[in-house]
């Protein structure tokens, strides 16, 4: 082993080396003018320490700077709006109000002479001045048996002039915040008005703002808040607007209440389509895009249900058309594949209501059925693999609907079979524009084809020729498999052709006549032994493999 002198020697060494090196170095950064390099030291434990400390009075920070703050206000705010609320008997109809006015000036002075010192408090107190503007002047009509102002009409434009300045106000401060709280009061005053074309005007008003300013100042936040509260508002409107105290009850409106809704879903869709791109679809946009289909769709669904049932059918169509649209819009522009899913699969179901509207059962099923294929060679455009899976799911489950609800099985059941397969062939077809990576779904469709067949087959073919039926339909398995090249539709001939046997085997030789026992056994033996001629010709041959492609 080396000595002490040794490593000494070569600890020298090795700090010429270093030094020489540095010397080097610094040469080169004076003659190519180039500031020396700082170093950055690791953080140690005490580091850690440190910024744990540091992190802990950030959040202390936070709690008692903001959201006390916050809290504190809203709680200032709902005290005041609860002083006007009192009935004051004995004083003139106009003091709650104007105490109000009063208070809501003194509240917007606090937060202008905060501005500079606060500038967070006074954002948070020009709010609450604005709502207690707001309810202030509601309070001139409302929630007094002697109100000041006697028509609503005249109330509701004080209210939205307020709106209007409140909303001024809060762009000018280029606050999401205020913005937010502006709308909320201009939605607010919709429902205050009993006309139909007002409320839905001043609606139509706000939603657009919501869009606008949520697309020109990139808030992603006041487009989802905006799209909610319009949702919202309609669906308290067409409750009667219980809110304001009337019975809770569906509101007798013409189609075009309902009709609204789709505009509503293509309005805050154009929302995303304009937004400022920043690479892929991020979680706002596609909760957005969720919200906008279940929140649009499910108003629009209920509001037909409950009041247009004379006009489902075409009224569920027209919602496919808007919604299928809206898809094809999505992927045409940015190929988005979220957004896409949603619309294309809410325009589906919108179809899946007409089709269950306008025919009886169980033909609605069959026609459910061959939606399926359509919904999966438009899945094939859109390049969406959750679309193909989704439809699978529904497919499934509308076959153990129409098991269940159909009371017999017929042979139009067989439909079931054919779209399983054409849907298999399709998913192999334009398997590479899909980018599907496996067989599971091809192979899932096969598998329900495979069980569809020979169960119907049993259910509507007289006995005697269920054995025969089977047959074929192995055979023709067989052949596609020859003219495909394709591996998965021989095995599926030869497990229908080993469920032949087994039926025969086990309950052929009890149920069926002799005569057509004899042919059945007759044939099946034939038509093994062909089979097996046909392997042993192929393997002696050592012809071309099969393969799985299109």
Same mark, same amino acid.
């Given at each position: 082993m080396p000595d002490d002198h040794t490593n000494k020697g070569n600890d020298e060494l090795l700090g010429q080396i270093l030094a020489n090196l540095e010397a080097r170095i610094t040469r080169i950064e004076r003659e190519l003018n180039l500031a020396p390099v700082q170093l950055e030291r690791s953080p140690g434990v005490f580091d850690r320490a440190q910024t744990s400390e540091e992190s802990g009075d950030s959040l202390e920070e936070r709690i008692g700077l903001y959201w006390f703050a916050k809290v504190g206000i809203v709680a200032l705010m709902i005290g005041v709006v609860l002083l006007m609320l009192l009935p004051y008997s004995g004083l003139h109809p106009a003091f709650a109000s104007g105490l109000g006015f009063v208070l809501a000036g003194g509240v917007t002075?606090?937060?202008?002479?905060?501005?500079?010192?606060?500038?967070?408090?006074?954002?948070?107190?020009?709010?609450?001045?604005l709502v207690l503007f707001f309810f202030a002047t509601l309070r001139l009509?409302?929630?007094?048996?002697?109100?000041?102002?006697?028509?609503?009409?005249?109330?509701?434009?004080?209210?939205?002039?307020?709106?209007?300045?409140?909303?001024?106000?809060?762009?000018?401060?280029?606050?999401?915040?205020?913005?937010?709280?502006?709308?909320?009061?201009?939605?607010?005053?919709?429902?205050?008005?009993?006309?139909?074309?007002?409320?839905?005007?001043?609606?139509l008003v706000m939603a657009v703002l919501v869009v606008y300013l949520s697309t020109k100042y990139g808030w992603p936040n006041l487009l989802i808040y905006g799209m909610s509260l319009t949702y919202f508002t309609h669906f308290v409107w067409f409750l009667n607007n219980p809110i304001a105290g009337n019975p809770l009850e569906f509101r007798t409106a013409p189609f075009a209440a309902a009709g609204i809704v789709l505009f509503w879903a293509a309005l805050f869709a154009s929302g995303n389509l304009f937004r400022?791109?920043?690479?892929?679809?991020?979680?706002?946009?596609?909760?957005?895009?969720?919200?906008?289909?279940?929140?649009?769709?499910?108003?629009?669904?209920?509001?037909?249900?409950?009041?247009?049932?004379?006009?489902?059918?075409?009224?569920?169509?027209?919602?496919?058309?808007?919604?299928?649209?809206?898809?094809?819009?999505?992927?045409?522009?940015?190929?988005?594949r979220f957004q896409t899913f949603f619309y294309a699969m809410t325009g589906y179901a919108a179809l899946s209501v007409a089709i269950v509207a306008d025919f009886r059962t169980p033909g609605f099923f069959i026609l459910l059925c061959w939606q399926s294929l359509l919904v999966v060679s438009t899945a094939v455009w859109f390049r969406s693999k959750f679309i193909v899976v989704g439809n699978f799911v529904i497919y499934t489950l509308i076959f153990i609907a129409y098991l269940a609800l159909a009371g017999r099985v017929s042979l139009t059941s067989l439909s079931f079979g054919v779209v399983a397969l054409l849907s298999a062939r399709v998913l192999s077809w334009q398997r590479a524009r899909l980018d599907l990576k496996t067989?599971?779904?091809?192979t899932a469709y096969l598998? /329900?084809?495979?069980? =569809?067949?020979?169960?119907?087959?049993?259910?509507?073919?007289?006995?005697?020729? !269920? *054995?025969?039926?089977? $047959?074929?339909?192995?055979?023709?398995?067989?052949?596609?498999?020859?003219?495909?090249?394709?591996?998965?539709?021989?095995?599926?001939?030869?497990?229908?052709?080993?469920?032949? /046997?087994?039926?025969? =085997?086990?309950?052929?030789?009890?149920?069926?006549?002799?005569?057509?026992?004899? !042919? *059945?056994?007759?044939? $099946?033996?034939i038509v093994l032994l062909a089979i097996s001629f046909a392997y042993a010709r192929t393997k002696m041959k050592a012809g071309p493999k099969d393969t799985d492609q299109p």
């Open positions: 002075l606090a937060s202008r002479l905060l501005r500079k010192s606060s500038p967070f408090i006074a954002g948070y107190l020009l709010g609450g001045g009509h409302y929630f007094s048996t002697q109100p000041v102002l006697s028509g609503r009409f005249t109330e509701v434009v004080i209210l939205l002039l307020i709106v209007g300045a409140s909303l001024a106000v809060s762009i000018r401060q280029r606050s999401v915040y205020l913005v937010s709280v502006s709308l909320t009061m201009g939605f607010a005053t919709g429902l205050m008005s009993e006309q139909i074309y007002s409320f839905f005007a001043v609606t400022e791109r920043e690479g892929k679809e991020n979680v706002r946009v596609i909760l957005t895009s969720l919200l906008n289909a279940a929140l649009g769709y499910g108003l629009y669904f209920m509001m037909t249900v409950a009041k247009f049932q004379d006009r489902l059918a075409v009224s569920h169509i027209v919602a496919s058309a808007v919604f299928l649209a809206m898809a094809v819009v999505f992927w045409s522009r940015e190929k988005s067989d599971k779904m091809r598998a /329900a084809a495979f069980v =569809i067949f020979p169960y119907a087959l049993y259910h509507t073919v007289p006995n005697d020729y !269920i *054995s025969l039926s089977w $047959l074929a339909v192995a055979i023709v398995y067989y052949v596609i498999s020859v003219i495909l090249k394709n591996a998965k539709y021989r095995w599926m001939a030869l497990l229908t052709f080993l469920l032949t /046997a087994l039926y025969l =085997i086990i309950i052929g030789i009890i149920k069926l006549e002799p005569v057509f026992r004899i !042919i *059945s056994f007759l044939i $099946l033996g």
